[in-house]
């Protein structure tokens, strides 16, 4: 489906993701860390979504994670909110259907959710987005689903690598920026309901809001918008994750990589989608980094703090943190940007 004006965005117009294989990441060759890094931000490039095969992580793992997730939705309403997101520290716990809602969107997204951050617990280091998680008293719940984050968290570490690389940059010129990072992993359960409105989304279009996203879906749903302004599906490939860039990415790239916007239409069946937001630490200053900006390529993007960007955008949308806001007990902090101000909605090509 195409919007009615379409504008270009610097993305080609894709009709579907590309695939890169990136076990090179994982070479002692530096060549072969070189080469497949090109391929990776060749993609990043052309489309800010894109499949990634050979990335390592084990099927048991996953298997594992994925019986315990709805294990976990299978139970009451009332046991599930028990952990409800707003009684917790860091932003961690269940988010009940209708809880979020995205810029412009007409009504509340069709899905519930447990969402689990990086699980932090030196109290001297508490931020808004970081402290110590709720874990339900189900059990297995921590041990598969932490065994599944510190995997993919792993992986988020090697794409950072491997983007470093593709942007010209020393390899670890992310990495040494990662110790307590705001990285959420989202548990996302869509259920089917045949009778509500073909027009009801399961989550309306935007962008996401950190470097980039580690997504492994069970079904179809998801698509993302090409350079074209048409919306395009992305169908589940077997043993791939799917990787697309997010704002602060596009603010450290100056626009090289550029966020893509995407949605998830209502569901033909039911569906789980298990995203890992990869980010760097809380307190890092996100900004067009020096080696990417030159005359002819000015600085495109104001300075952002990462933790508070992701702060700002989430209590934008999520009820329980509106609230605060709207009682003055939260703050936003200064410079905050509005919701969807990257990517296509914020006005196309920079």
């Not at 089917?192 to 962008?207: K, L, M, V």
């Not at 077997?238 to 860039?245: L, P, R």
């Not at 298990?274 to 996100?286: A, E, Q, S, V």
């Amino acid at each position: 489906m195409s919007v009615t004006t379409p504008e270009p965005t610097g993305h080609s117009a894709f009709q579907s993701l590309p695939v890169v294989d990136v076990s090179g990441l994982q070479s002692p060759d530096p060549k072969v860390r070189q080469s497949s890094a090109e391929a990776l931000g060749e993609a990043a490039r052309d489309a800010g979504f894109l499949y990634i095969t050979g990335h390592g992580v084990p099927s048991d793992l996953v298997d594992r994670f994925r019986s315990r997730v709805r294990e976990y939705f299978r139970q009451s309403h009332d046991e599930k909110m028990r952990q409800y997101i707003g009684r917790s520290e860091n932003h961690s716990g269940y988010v009940p259907e209708g809880e979020e809602q995205f810029y412009g969107a007409a009504m509340p997204d069709r899905k519930e959710a447990y969402d689990v951050n990086f699980d932090m617990l030196e109290p001297e280091h508490a931020r808004p987005m970081l402290g110590p998680n709720q874990w339900p008293e189900m059990a297995g719940f921590k041990t598969d689903i932490k065994a599944y984050y510190d995997a993919v968290f792993e992986l988020g570490n090697l794409l950072f690598r491997g983007f470093a690389l593709a942007l010209g940059l020393p390899e670890d010129s992310f990495t040494r920026h990662i110790n307590r990072p705001p990285s959420q992993l989202r548990l996302i359960h869509y259920p089917y309901n045949p009778d509500i409105p073909t027009d009801a989304p399961g989550i309306g279009a935007h962008t996401d809001y950190e470097c980039f996203t580690i997504l492994r879906p069970t079904a179809p749903g998801l698509e993302v918008m090409n350079g074209a302004g048409e919306w395009i599906d992305v169908p589940v490939l077997e043993d791939a994750f799917v990787i697309n860039i997010g704002d602060m990415m596009e603010i450290l790239s100056n626009g090289l990589f550029i966020a893509t916007s995407h949605r998830v239409r209502k569901v033909a069946e039911e569906r789980y989608a298990f995203p890992m937001f990869c980010n760097l630490d809380y307190d890092t200053r996100i900004e067009p980094l020096p080696q990417l900006v030159s005359e002819e390529r000015p600085a495109r993007y104001e300075p952002q703090v990462c933790g508070e960007h992701l702060f700002a955008q989430t209590a934008q949308t999520f009820q329980y943190l509106k609230k605060r806001l709207e009682s003055g007990e939260l703050e936003l902090p200064k410079g905050s940007k509005g919701l969807s101000s990257f990517g296509r909605e914020a006005g196309g090509q920079r």
